[in-house]
T-cell receptor
Framework: NAGVTQTPKFQVLKTGQSMTLQCAQD?????MYWYRQDPGMGLRLIYY???????DKGEVPNGYNVSRLNKREFSLRLESAAPSQTSVYFC?????????????FGSGTQLSVL | EDQVTQSPEALRLQEGESSSLNCSYT??????LFWYRQDPGKGPEFLFT???AGEEKEKERLKATLTKKESFLHITAPKPEDSATYLC???????????????FGKGTKLSVKP
């Protein structure tokens, strides 16, 4: 019953450092998503992948890149971290290719950029 | 611009004291309205999807309703284990191109005291 697995759970970076957040799902879902959650704000979509081989920008894509490595895995990369990217990051997946209802979320990565 | 507003931001109830959470929305054609529950340190967990005004769905002590402008999450005789943040999200209808992604509200933090 793994569902959506994110690594790492916690990370501290210095400004300008790079890192990749990993996400894998074992539910054979077509669509995968990366969200960020900041205090006092709703979840905001960074990037999504409607199906294997495709990726699209969401609401707040600047400063991020993604890779849909295969159907199971979807990674998020910060090339040059900034303090404004301090947040909790959630990966999610859904079964349907054209609608993201009933998202299944991972447990999150808490990222601090100093 | 599509928007989701949840109220109140925080709600404290005594065990057994019923109440309602509100989610008001403006969207250019609603495809679906979603309720999620989020426990501290975890990712959101799907509760309900509502598609049209007048629709209702129930799960244990929770009942979600939908009108053309808002949704309510009614909590009947809550227990301490119902304490969590409840998130509302809407999905607008879309035509071609990128899929319609969810727009989340900021959430209502519910605390139920024994």
């Amino acid at each position: 019953n793994a569902g959506v697995t994110q690594t790492p759970k916690f990370q501290v970076l210095k400004t300008g450092q790079s890192m990749t957040l990993q996400c894998a799902q074992d539910m054979n879902h077509n669509s995968m998503y990366w969200y960020r959650q900041d205090p006092g704000m709703g979840l905001r979509l960074i990037y999504y992948s409607a199906s294997e081989g495709t990726t699209d920008k969401g609401e707040v894509p600047n400063g991020y890149n993604v890779s849909r490595l295969n159907k199971r895995e979807f990674s998020l990369r910060l090339e040059s971290a900034a303090p404004s990217q301090t947040s909790v990051y959630f990966c999610a997946s859904s079964d349907t290719g054209l609608a993201n209802e009933k998202l299944f979320f991972g447990s999150g990565t808490q990222l601090s950029v100093l | 611009e599509d928007q989701v507003t949840q109220s109140p931001e925080a709600l404290r109830l005594q065990e057994g004291e019923s109440s309602s959470l509100n989610c008001s929305y403006t969207v250019s054609g609603l495809r679906g309205l979603f309720w999620y529950r989020q426990d501290p340190g975890k990712g959101p967990e799907f509760l309900f999807t509502l598609y049209s005004a007048g629709e209702e769905k129930e799960k244990e002590r929770l009942k979600a309703t939908l009108t053309k402008k808002e949704s309510f999450l009614h909590i009947t005789a809550p227990k301490p284990e119902d304490s969590a943040t409840y998130l509302c999200a809407v999905q607008a209808r879309w035509y071609g191109g990128s899929q319609g992604n969810l727009i989340f509200g900021k959430g209502t933090k519910l605390s139920v005291k024994p």
